[in-house]
């Protein structure tokens, strides 16, 4: 029988699926790819290479101000490989500029200090000036419109910078794309107003709105009018494999640079849906497994390749519970998930609500399947989410065959459902 291992929490389920039943385990040919170099030799290379700028210590020749845009908790971005040898370059150029790690949390909690040094390391943390934006209370900027129409305010510290910069990393993502780029600022720095509108149900339920693509989607299209508006000068953006250790890199303008990444992600990442009864997914582990919230990523992996009317098994440790309180309360107080989209898409995009978009892909993910999810958040919790809660991967597989009434259901596995591209 095929042994299927899949991350969860900071740890691995084992699974056994009969080899009658088996479909196909998909997987990005990350987990395979072994780069020339160590992760510290690829980013100081990308460094030394830029695409499209000059070098970052000669950016930051004769700059007072610098501003270095860091990726949150909820992302596992190698910072400590990251972040040291930028600083060296800016120190390069310019000795005496004073530097601002900025927390772009986008709309999610604010960073604790324990993450930050899980992150950074204590050195980093104790030795330089690191703010955590705030999406509701950090002082911003309103610096124009965006093309759909959109009030772009930003946090105060990257507009003021005279160098503004960013680490990120660059995966697939359910409806911008890929991240990593232009999302370093907006959504990572920008107002929740901001964020809202971008992620209106028009632009949600847009058909190029979907992983992997960036021309024609609407919401990348404001994402980087506004990166630019704002003057991100220079990204250091990796690929990670399932270790979370960088296995490419690549630096330089926001643009230019990122498009090479993503086109480097694609070639190994994307592979072809195989059709199945059951789909398990997981969202990658730790740390993008800490909420429910989050793992809806992992979901609309599964929702590619499962059968209409079929069962997604997900994967989540979700030990922070649901993780967004108004995606939360609207489920629990809405039991009809086509009414619930139907409001949406009657919203006028200046009256998005937060979480909104959360809510209706993962309304889209049920219309099209039912989910059993196994995690450590409340049973109640995750029934209230619409879903089936259950302790184990097996008692889930028992949980969907009945469902199912199909004793002999096929199974599909995606042992990371935010690495891979499922495609039809």
Not at 263 to 292: H, M, R, W
């Amino acid at each position: 029988m095929p042994v299927i291992k899949l991350p969860y929490g900071k740890q691995f389920i084992e699974y056994d699926i009969p080899q009658s039943r088996f479909k196909a385990e998909l997987v990005s040919q990350m987990h395979h790819y072994k780069p020339e170099r160590s992760p510290q030799e690829l980013v100081n290379h990308a460094l030394a290479n830029p695409i499209g700028t000059p070098k970052l210590s000669v950016m930051a020749e004769g700059k007072k101000h610098v501003v270095i845009i860091c990726s949150d908790h909820t992302r596992p971005v190698p910072s400590k490989v990251i972040i040291p040898p930028m600083l060296a370059e800016i120190r390069k150029g310019s000795p005496d500029a004073q530097i601002t790690l900025l927390i772009s949390t986008g709309c999610h909690r604010l960073t604790t200090e324990k993450e930050l040094e899980n992150k950074f390391g204590a050195d980093i943390v104790k030795n330089e000036k690191i703010a955590v934006h705030d999406c509701d209370n950090s002082e911003m900027v309103n610096i124009g419109r965006l093309p759909s129409g959109g009030t772009i305010i930003v946090n105060k510290l990257a507009i003021e910078a005279d160098l503004l910069c960013a680490e990120g990393f660059i995966e697939p993502h359910f409806f911008a794309g890929f991240s990593g780029g232009r999302k370093s600022l907006f959504p990572g720095v920008s107002s929740r107003k901001t964020v809202t509108y971008n992620h209106n149900a028009e632009f949600i339920a847009h058909p190029r709105s979907r992983t992997g693509i960036l021309e024609g989607n609407p919401i990348h299209t404001d994402m980087l009018y506004a990166a630019r508006i704002a003057r991100l000068d220079f990204i250091c953006n990796v690929v990670i494999n399932s270790d979370k250790e960088a296995i490419y890199a690549v630096a330089g303008d926001l643009d230019r640079a990122h498009v090479a990444g993503t086109e480097f992600l694609a070639g190994k990442c994307q592979v072809k849906a195989v059709p199945a009864d059951i789909v398990i997914s997981t969202n990658g582990g730790y740390p993008l497994d800490q909420n429910i919230y989050q793992a809806v990523k992992g979901m609309t992996a599964a929702e590619v390749t499962v059968k209409k009317g079929g069962v997604i098994i997900m994967l989540a440790r979700s030990n922070d519970g649901h993780g967004g309180e108004v995606f939360y309360k609207t489920f629990k107080e809405e039991k009809d998930v086509d009414r619930m989209l139907r409001k949406f898409l009657d919203t006028p995009k200046e009256d998005t609500i937060v979480d909104q978009w959360q809510s209706q892909i993962f309304a889209r993910v049920l219309q099209r399947a039912k989910v059993i999810y196994v995690s450590e958040a409340p049973d109640e919790i995750v029934r209230e989410l619409h879903m089936t809660p259950a302790k184990s991967l097996d008692e889930a597989v028992k949980m969907a065959e009945a469902l199912l009434g199909k004793p002999d259901a096929s199974i599909t596995a995606i042992p990371d459902g935010v690495a891979v591209m499922v495609v039809e």
